[in-house]
């Protein structure tokens, strides 16, 4: 099993379409979750860390379960700009690298 | 933010060649630097974690012999791929853990990668 699981996708979507992806992970004791963003032979870009309590930013709301180890984000409003790989990301706080998972990648039409 | 540069961005080679790829944090010191590698359409791979002044933890199925890390100082990582070859080809990225920070978040800064292809 993946430490990190995500659906790859693609998500077709149109624009101001509202999309959610979801992300599960298999190690109990991560201590810190986030969501990368990941444009087309680029580097991963921090789009934001996740909470428990769950956090939103602009467009986009992201949310953590620890008891299902379920980690989702959501985004409103869907801008053709938004086109990317999503990444979701586990970690430990320390020296311990992240963890990630394959992406879920997300086309949004005009 | 915090700034990580890699050098240089693109790189082919020859096969047999060896290859010296830089990573450095630009406005902060890296204790810490971890160097992935991603091959298209694949989620980015852990290979190992430089430890400024000591050896390089290697993950699992990591030739420590051909990728070859050294982390001489706190804003500066190298990796080198000795004798390449084509499957060696891929789009290496490094990251650095700042070294000032609380270590609750975790927040890991990228390089640009470098994207290497071995003829």
């Known amino acids: 099993r993946k430490e990190v699981e995500q659906d790859p996708g693609p998500f077709n979507v149109p624009e101001g379409a509202t999309v959610a992806f979801n992300c599960t992970y298999s190690?109990?004791?991560?201590?810190?979750f986030f969501w990368y963003r990941q444009d087309c032979r680029k580097e991963p870009k921090l789009l934001m860390s996740v909470y428990s309590s769950g956090n939103e930013d602009g467009r986009f709301t992201a949310q953590l379960n620890r008891a299902s180890q379920y980690i989702s984000l959501l985004i409103r409003d869907s801008k053709l700009s938004d086109s990317a790989t999503y990444l979701c990301?586990?970690?430990?706080?320390?020296?311990?690298?992240?963890?990630f998972g394959s992406g879920t990648r997300l086309q949004v039409q005009p | 933010g915090a700034v990580v540069s890699q050098h240089p961005s693109r790189v082919i080679c020859k096969s047999g060649t060896s290859v010296k790829i830089e990573c450095r944090s630009l406005?902060?010191?890296?204790?810490?630097m971890f160097w992935y590698r991603q091959f298209p359409k694949q989620s980015l791979m852990l290979m190992a974690t430089?430890?400024?002044?000591?050896?390089?933890?290697?993950e699992q199925g990591v030739e420590k012999d051909k990728f070859l890390i050294n982390h001489a100082s706190l804003t500066l990582s190298t990796l080198t791929v000795t004798s390449a070859h084509p499957e060696d080809s891929s789009f290496y990225i490094c990251?650095?853990?700042?070294?000032?920070?609380?270590?609750?978040?975790?927040?890991?800064?990228f390089g640009p990668g470098t994207r290497l292809t071995v003829l």
């Open positions: 990301v586990v970690g430990f706080t320390g020296r311990r690298a992240l963890t």
């Open positions: 190690n109990s004791a991560s201590q810190s």
């Open positions: 406005d902060f010191q890296a204790t810490t």
């Open positions: 990251s650095a853990r700042d070294a000032g920070g609380t270590g609750l978040t975790d927040t890991q800064y």
């Open positions: 430089s430890n400024e002044g000591s050896k390089a933890t290697y």
